[in-house]
């Protein structure tokens, strides 16, 4: 079973920043894919950030150039640093890491979600 942790949302001012981290543990073989997530009162889940095992990264159009995802692999951590934030990018982020907990055994897990309310 893999458990994902996650921190760093809060409270900001429009224009300013915040950054999640996302912890992974448990019974894990190896990591594929981590992202993060978004979802804003009543609308969609939407993805925001991808990256890959090799270090591709996939971002939405709405949070490019203000928003980087890194990892940690060391660490099993992956990390959002939002720059410039808007107030539509008020939302419950969630991380979402993917990968092998045996060979031939896959998992696909999600954080708990944290809440980022920027305010005008």
């Known amino acids: 079973q893999v458990q994902l942790v996650e921190s760093g949302g809060g409270l900001v001012q429009a224009g300013g920043s915040l950054r999640l981290s996302c912890a992974a543990s448990g019974s894990i ?59 539509e990018d008020t939302a419950v982020y969630y991380c979402n890491v993917k990968g092998l907990i045996t060979d031939w055994q896959s998992f696909d897990s999600w954080g708990q979600g944290t809440q980022v309310t920027v305010s005008s």
């Not at 939407?46 to 980087?68: P, W």
Request: proline letters at 3%; glycine letters at 6%; a positive charge.
């Open 29 to 87: 073989r190896s990591i594929n894919a981590m992202g993060w997530y978004r979802q804003a009162p009543g609308k969609r889940r939407e993805l925001v950030a991808a990256i890959t095992r090799s270090g591709n990264t996939n971002y939405a159009d709405s949070v490019k150039g203000r928003f980087t995802i890194s990892r940690d692999n060391a660490k099993i951590t992956v990390y959002l640093q939002m720059n410039s934030l808007k107030p």
